[in-house]
Every structure is written in structure tokens, then in C-alpha cells.
């Protein structure tokens, strides 16, 4: 017999879970997932919860939605997977056409991966490749952002800034520039996210006077520091970015790994900007939540600095296995056809509005030091002390309880540090934020007491 216990038990003798202390589940309980519809997830035992935080923010429309179950059992029956060096196949060229149609300005053209980290391995690879074929070998270093997140490879730790994540393997790692964040957490009072965003230009001028030269890129997370915290900020630096990265002759990665397709409020966060970065970096959502892919997707003006003949050795010669799986480009067109039937980011101007009206509150409770949202994102961090926004240690882990207490109420939360946050697939109802809410809230009464 299956149950929660049993299949939960059996897991633990043989899965290495990720991002887990696999100590910590001697007495916290593995939630064994059986079925999804929705936004709802379904234990074993019968037990349902919210996926308030879209499966590790991958999930758009729902789980089993029947739109993308549709097409990913027709793409099966005509061709599950070919080789994507010297062949090509009908998915991975439509996907191509349509990114290069809904991205920003002139990027046009598609490199393919199975995810994020991959991505940004890509672009930090590519970036380097445009300069050395340009005759720039000089051009060897990264910029990043302070508690930034790019992933977990050995290039994209590197330019990550997530201390918990990186410092054991300090090491291993390339070293990048690292410039203060626009985050606008700590603002002082009667500041606004505009004025603290711009404050923080000028470090970054800084760095690329005196590294420019010797620069690459500068890579960001735009509007919205999701695994740091979901720390956000103003898109004026994006455009003060932009403006910043052509003078010194450094290009702009913009990793939307997490923050595409609709999270901010707009298909991509750049594009509240004005601005078209030189990479732009897609995964998580870009299936809907279905199956692992990730693109690159860049200008003609880089594509050019490439194509030659063999011998010149200018070529891209980077490869994965699975680049470019037909099943997983047929789901992620049709992920895309969910967009333009729904009408999706007009229609989620309705759940932006009500997840910033059902939040509220939060900033009334003592031991919250602030209530932040960008388009689907709402976060709402803990602190000791409200006004000075002191975060309690990490190590007290208060975010656990407040992820133990939704799951007895019907909500997967999962909180990051003092941040619990919401970032719910596009199918929620407002009846289904409120209860959230309600859940949160007591949550944090919970983990603050
Ligand atoms: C999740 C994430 C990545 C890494 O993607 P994976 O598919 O987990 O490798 C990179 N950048 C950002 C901003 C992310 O949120």
C-alpha cells in the first residue's frame, strides 16, 4: 500500500534531495506529491495543498493543464527528441520564431538548453567568444549585483552573490566584480524605489570605469532579486544599465530565468524598462512548468561575429544533449498559445490587483519590516524590529514554521529565509489568494511569537 509514510519513508533511503539539509527531515515530514490539477496539489493521503510558489516558480497555468497535455501527447506520437546539431525539426523553429517576435527589440536569434544555469553558462561563454572573435581578448571579467542569483554551475555560481549558496565552493569559482544592488529594502524613509535604484548607478560606474576595459558583461536579475530574497527595484537602473553598458562596450546579460513571461506584470521585466539587453536568458516558466528548457536569445549583431568559415575557429561549439527537445519546444509553444488565448498578462492585472489589496495588512503586523510586489511577486519579509528592519538570524529559521504551518492548511509556502512570499500559477483565484493570505498571516503570527 501507498501512502504518505510509506512512499515518503522509501524515498529517504535513496533520494539526495535538492537544496536540502537531508538531516532536517528526521522530523519534517516529506510532502509525496501525487497528483496535481491546478493550482492544487494532492498528498497520498488525500491531503490538498495551494502551490502558492508555482513549483519553484515554473508553473503558469496550472498542473495537468489540458491545453499542454494536448500538444505534448501529439508532439510524442510524431517525434519525441532528435539531435539538434545538423538536424532540425518543426517545434524548435516555430519556439525560435516566436521568441524572437516576443522578446525585446533585435534579439532574434535562439540558443537552446535544458535550464537556467545552463542559460547563463551560455551567455557568459558567448559574451567572451563575441570579444576574443572581435579581437578583444582582453575582455575576460564579469559585473554582477550583490545578492544576486544565476544559478548553480560552477560559471553561474560564480556570478551569483547568495553567500549561503556559494561561499563553500569560494574556491572553484570566477571572480567578478561585484556592485552594490539597487534592492530597495533598505531605503530610507520618504525615499522612493526611483531615488534609491538611481543612488545605486553610480557604483556601478564605478566598477566599469576602472574594469570596463577588461569587461565581458554585467549580468542582472531585472526588477526583481528572486532567490535573494525577492528583493526588488526600480527599472530606471535597467535603463541607466543600458546606457552605462554602451558607453564602456560591455554587454547586458538580463537573466529572466525566473522573472519572464508575465511574472513582473509585463512578458519580460525589461521591457517596463524600454530596454533590450545584449542575452536574454529564459527558462522556469518557459514551458509553463512542464518540462526542462532553457534559450538564450540574442542580436544578429552577435550571431554575425560567429558565422565564418570552419577553420577560423570562430564557431559557438557548445553543445548539450537535449538542446532543443522537440516535446519540450511543443510545450513551451503551447505554454506561449496560452498566453494569446488568455489574454494572460491583461488578465493578470485583476490577480496583480488583489494579491496587493489582500496583502495589505501585512504591513500592519509588528514583525514585518515590509510587504513588496512586482506585477505577480509579492513578498513579505520578517523582521525583529520593524522599523529598523532588523532581520532575525537566519539560524533560527522562522520561515519553517511558517512553511510547517501552511502545509496543515492547505498551502505549500516556501518561504526564503525571513521572506514569505507568494508567486502562484496564473489560474489562481481571488478566493484562493485570500485564503493565502489568511494562512500567511497566521504563519507569521506563528513564527514571530
Ligand atoms: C532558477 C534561476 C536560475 C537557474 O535556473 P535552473 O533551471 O534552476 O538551473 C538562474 N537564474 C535565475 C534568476 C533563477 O531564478
Same mark, same amino acid.
Given at each position: ?290 518540462? =526542462? +528548457?532553457?534559450? @538564450? #536569445?540574442?542580436?544578429?549583431?552577435? $550571431? ?6 570552419? &577553420?577560423? *575557429? ?100 516556501? =518561504? +526564503?529565509?525571513? @521572506? #514569505?512570499?507568494?508567486?502562484?500559477? $496564473? ?6 489568494? &485570500?485564503? *493565502? ?13
Amino acid at each position: 500500500m501507498i501512502n504518505n509514510q510509506t512512499i515518503a519513508a522509501r524515498g529517504l533511503q535513496t533520494v539526495w534531495h535538492p537544496c536540502t539539509q537531508m538531516k532536517d527531515h528526521e522530523d519534517l515530514p516529506l510532502v509525496p506529491i501525487r497528483r496535481g490539477k491546478g493550482v492544487w496539489l494532492e498528498d497520498f493521503d488525500g491531503n490538498r495543498y495551494i502551490d502558492a510558489i508555482s513549483s519553484w516558480w515554473v508553473n503558469l497555468f496550472g498542473h495537468s493543464n489540458p491545453h499542454i497535455n494536448a500538444a505534448l501527447k501529439t508532439q510524442t506520437e510524431e517525434l519525441e527528441h532528435v539531435i539538434l546539431a545538423g538536424c532540425t525539426h518543426e517545434p524548435v523553429v516555430r519556439l525560435s520564431e516566436q521568441l524572437a517576435q516576443i522578446t525585446p527589440g533585435n534579439l532574434q536569434r535562439c540558443f537552446y538548453a535544458e535550464n537556467g544555469s545552463a542559460a547563463i553558462e551560455i551567455a557568459l561563454k558567448m559574451s567572451f567568444q563575441y570579444w576574443k572573435n572581435c579581437g578583444q581578448s582582453n575582455k575576460t571579467e564579469f559585473i554582477n549585483l550583490e545578492n544576486s542569483y544565476h544559478g548553480e554551475t560552477i560559471g553561474a555560481l560564480s556570478v551569483g552573490d547568495v553567500s549561503i549558496f556559494k561561499d563553500t565552493y569560494q574556491p572553484l569559482l570566477l571572480r567578478p566584480h561585484t556592485v552594490p544592488s539597487p534592492d530597495c529594502y533598505q531605503r530610507e524613509t520618504g525615499e522612493s524605489w526611483k531615488e534609491r535604484s538611481l543612488q545605486r548607478v553610480a557604483d556601478l560606474e564605478d566598477a566599469l570605469q576602472k574594469h570596463g576595459e577588461n569587461t565581458c558583461a554585467v549580468i542582472v536579475e531585472p526588477l526583481v532579486q528572486c532567490a535573494g530574497g525577492m528583493r526588488m527595484y526600480h527599472p530606471v537602473y535597467l535603463r541607466e544599465l543600458r546606457r552605462l553598458c554602451d558607453a564602456y562596450h560591455v554587454h547586458f546579460i538580463a537573466d529572466e530565468c525566473a522573472v519572464g513571461f508575465g511574472r513582473t506584470g509585463t512578458m519580460f521585466a525589461c521591457e517596463q524598462a524600454g530596454v533590450t539587453p545584449d542575452f536574454m536568458c529564459l527558462a522556469k516558466g518557459l514551458t509553463g512548468g512542464y518540462l =526542462p +528548457l532553457s534559450a @538564450v #536569445v540574442t542580436s544578429d549583431e552577435i $550571431y554575425q561575429a560567429f558565422y565564418d568559415d570552419y &577553420e577560423s *575557429l570562430r564557431g559557438f561549439l557548445h553543445s548539450h544533449s537535449y538542446t532543443g527537445n522537440p516535446l519540450c519546444c511543443a510545450v513551451a509553444l503551447a505554454t506561449l498559445e496560452l498566453f494569446e488565448q488568455n489574454n494572460t498578462i491583461e488578465q493578470n492585472k485583476l490577480l496583480i490587483d488583489v494579491l496587493a489589496k489582500s496583502t495589505e495588512r501585512f504591513n500592519e503586523h509588528p514583525h514585518v519590516g515590509e510587504v513588496r510586489q512586482t506585477g505577480m511577486i509579492t513578498a513579505v519579509e520578517m523582521a525583529q524590529d520593524k522599523e529598523t528592519k532588523t532581520p532575525y538570524p537566519w539560524q533560527q529559521r522562522r520561515g519553517l514554521t511558517v512553511y510547517r504551518h501552511a502545509l496543515e492548511n492547505e498551502a505549500l509556502l516556501r =518561504p +526564503l529565509g525571513n @521572506v #514569505v512570499y507568494f508567486m502562484p500559477p $496564473y489560474v489562481i483565484t481571488p478566493e484562493e489568494i &485570500e485564503h *493565502l493570505c489568511n494562512v500567511a498571516w497566521d504563519g507569521i503570527c506563528k513564527a514571530t511569537t
